[in-house]
């Protein structure tokens, strides 16, 4: 899969790209990227790229020449084009899923106040919002989706790890420890360390249910809950409900 992504600011990305997993997964050929100056398509001797808004109002709007001719220059049309705003569709784990099955996506990174709608309606085929909150920027914006959508492409990451992390399955993550198996005076729950895989099992469930009970209860109405799930529901709720002991367990 490869990123191209446009920016005013592309050395704000260029780290991201060059560390860690993703940079491990470049050298593997399973991604690639592209980071694109939109300033080198300024066609004036200041390499001005905003202006204000037609209308009135505060803050300016980046102009349509520049982007429209660095979205040319990549071949942007007939490809997925996400520009990142806080007015666009909220990200979730399972749009990140349906975006890493992509061979190209291309990111607008936006500034000051936006981009211009014209080029909106010619190329952007996703408006994406990462939150209900405003950045001052796109590329920090841009990061959050990157690096959502390109741990789920085939080969990054473990299946496995994949499997059990939040929200898959539509739960939280279960509570995880590490040695030592005692911390000062916290001792990790007796379960995990009895090598009874099944226990282990319903141990985490519950908990996971447990904790998605507390912090996100609009993920279990929304889910499509298994019977086992519903079943932990019930028995959470005879225990008292989501503050529940899972500590002394
Ligand atoms: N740009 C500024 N705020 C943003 C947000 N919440 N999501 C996506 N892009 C943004």
Redesign the pocket.
């Given at each position: 899969m490869k990123f191209t992504v446009l920016s005013l600011f592309p050395e704000i990305l260029r780290g991201f790209f060059e560390s860690s997993i993703m940079a491990k997964a470049v050298e593997r050929g399973l991604l690639s990227y592209e980071l694109r100056d939109i300033r080198d398509f300024a066609t004036d001797k200041h390499h001005k790229c905003d202006d204000l808004v037609f209308g009135g109002g505060a803050g300016l709007l980046m102009l349509p020449g520049p982007l429209g001719a660095c979205l040319d220059a990549v071949g942007a049309k007939g490809k997925r084009v996400v520009y990142?705003?806080?007015g666009?569709r909220l990200l979730n784990q399972a749009y990140a899923r349906e975006l890493s099955r992509e061979e190209e996506l291309v990111i607008v990174c936006?500034r000051y106040e936006g981009i211009d709608q014209r080029v909106i309606d010619e190329y952007v085929t996703d408006e994406?919002?990462?939150?209900d909150?405003?950045?001052s920027?796109?590329e920090t914006?841009a990061l959050v989706l990157v690096d959502s959508v390109y741990r789920l492409v085939d080969g990054v990451i473990s299946g496995e790890s994949l499997s059990e992390e939040s929200f898959e399955g539509g739960l939280l993550e279960y509570p995880q420890y590490t040695r030592p198996a005692a911390y000062g005076t916290l001792r990790v729950p007796e379960v995990l360390v009895s090598g009874h895989h099944a226990n282990i099992r319903s141990w985490r469930l519950k908990e996971a249910v447990r904790k998605t009970l507390a912090l996100r209860p609009d993920l279990l109405a929304d889910g499509v809950l298994t019977d086992e799930v519903r079943r932990i529901l019930l028995e959470i709720s005879a225990e008292g409900g989501c503050d529940g002991h899972h500590k002394e367990d």
């Amino acid at each position: 899969m490869k990123f191209t992504v446009l920016s005013l600011f592309p050395e704000i990305l260029r780290g991201f790209f060059e560390s860690s997993i993703m940079a491990k997964a470049v050298e593997r050929g399973l991604l690639s990227y592209e980071l694109r100056d939109i300033r080198d398509f300024a066609t004036d001797k200041h390499h001005k790229c905003d202006d204000l808004v037609f209308g009135g109002g505060a803050g300016l709007l980046m102009l349509p020449g520049p982007l429209g001719a660095c979205l040319d220059a990549v071949g942007a049309k007939g490809k997925r084009v996400v520009y990142v705003t806080p007015g666009g569709r909220l990200l979730n784990q399972a749009y990140a899923r349906e975006l890493s099955r992509e061979e190209e996506l291309v990111i607008v990174c936006g500034r000051y106040e936006g981009i211009d709608q014209r080029v909106i309606d010619e190329y952007v085929t996703d408006e994406i919002s990462i939150g209900d909150y405003v950045l001052s920027s796109g590329e920090t914006a841009a990061l959050v989706l990157v690096d959502s959508v390109y741990r789920l492409v085939d080969g990054v990451i473990s299946g496995e790890s994949l499997s059990e992390e939040s929200f898959e399955g539509g739960l939280l993550e279960y509570p995880q420890y590490t040695r030592p198996a005692a911390y000062g005076t916290l001792r990790v729950p007796e379960v995990l360390v009895s090598g009874h895989h099944a226990n282990i099992r319903s141990w985490r469930l519950k908990e996971a249910v447990r904790k998605t009970l507390a912090l996100r209860p609009d993920l279990l109405a929304d889910g499509v809950l298994t019977d086992e799930v519903r079943r932990i529901l019930l028995e959470i709720s005879a225990e008292g409900g989501c503050d529940g002991h899972h500590k002394e367990d």
